[in-house]
């Protein structure tokens, strides 16, 4: 299940290197980077210490995201396109939700309507963490 949900690439790169790569790649596409989150600092602040790095980037681009409020507002709630740079066994990788496996899930008429949008969508952030990944 998660194959089809979740999009995961592996990287050489330092975890560091490889949130720089994201924001280059994305940005190079007419992605915005809207914030982002660094779960093993906020988890360790609040007393739980943590042995890997977790950091989420929140990305946009604002005529995807104008499509699909324009189809079902509701789809907001799956925005921004969120971008997890983590580390496990030593290993730096760059994962995304694949947004045709699940908005159809949470918005199947939305979804249906957005077909080709999603696809689009889907592509563009798969090319994304490609590059971020071996550029």
């Known amino acids: 299940m ?3 949900v979740v999009y995961a690439v592996e990287t050489q790169k ?3 290197d490889a949130l720089i790569a994201v924001r280059k790649a994305a940005e190079s596409r007419k992605w915005g980077v809207l914030g982002d989150y660094d779960f093993s600092e906020i988890l360790a602040a609040k007393g739980f210490p943590q042995s890997e790095r977790v950091k989420s980037l929140d990305l946009c681009k604002p ?3 104008n499509a699909l409020m324009n189809v079902e507002r509701l789809t907001g709630l799956c ?3 969120s971008v997890l740079v983590f580390t496990e066994g030593g290993k730096t ?3 995304a939700m694949n947004p045709r496996a699940v908005m159809p899930q949470l918005f199947p008429q939305a979804a249906e309507r957005a077909g080709a949008q999603l696809e689009e969508i889907e592509r563009e952030i798969k090319e994304i963490l490609d590059e971020a990944a071996g550029g």
């Open 63 to 65: 005529g995807h995201a």
């Open 93 to 95: 990788k760059i994962a």
């Open 79 to 81: 925005m921004p396109c």
């Open 14 to 16: 330092s975890f560091q």
């Open 2 to 4: 998660t194959q089809n």
